[in-house]
């Protein structure tokens, strides 16, 4: 390896690490609360599954994830707000894919510029528009607070959606 791309890859991961940034990745619905379905394909088990393959994408670069729902359980509102009030300080994502909603939402302008940039990165990923604005969503809010609605169905495999959801957030941050 020359030595220019080892100097680039020890600034890259150093960079990431000093950040010591951290995420709350809540996955929505779980358990008898599936959420909407499409193509046979489960709301509730697909942002699941994106959530599981986001989660090492993110930690191999430094960010400590807290992952709010890792099975398929049913978790209530209440218990989030638990379990992120535990990881105040820590950005906030909430996964969701509610057909004809796909789209990155926010609530507070001290969100906007995060989730804008989401939203512009994740649209050019998915190669799909999505919408973007305020919303008085149900969800957790705070800090670099987010809710995502992904596309949800036969064209939407978890994998590339952890991808580009991975990619979207590194330039977000
Ligand atoms: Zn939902």
Known sequence: MNKYIVIACAFFSLNAVSEELCLNLNAGHGGRDGG????????????????????????????????????????????????????????????????????????????????????????VYIKQPLAFKEKAYRELYGKKAVYINLPLGDNSSPKSMAGALYKSVLRAI
Do not use: W
């Open 36 to 123: 909407f379905m499409r193509d046979s394909i489960l709301e509730s088990q697909f942002v699941l599954e994106v959530a599981k393959q986001l989660e090492p994408l993110l930690e191999a670069q430094g960010i400590e994830v807290n992952n709010v729902r890792s099975a398929d359980d049913y978790i209530s509102l209440d218990e989030r707000v638990d379990i992120v009030s535990n990881a105040p300080d820590c950005m906030l994502i909430n996964l969701h894919a509610e057909p004809g909603s796909e789209g990155v939402y926010y609530k507070g302008d001290e969100n906007r510029d995060f989730a804008k940039s989401i939203k512009d990165n994740l649209s």
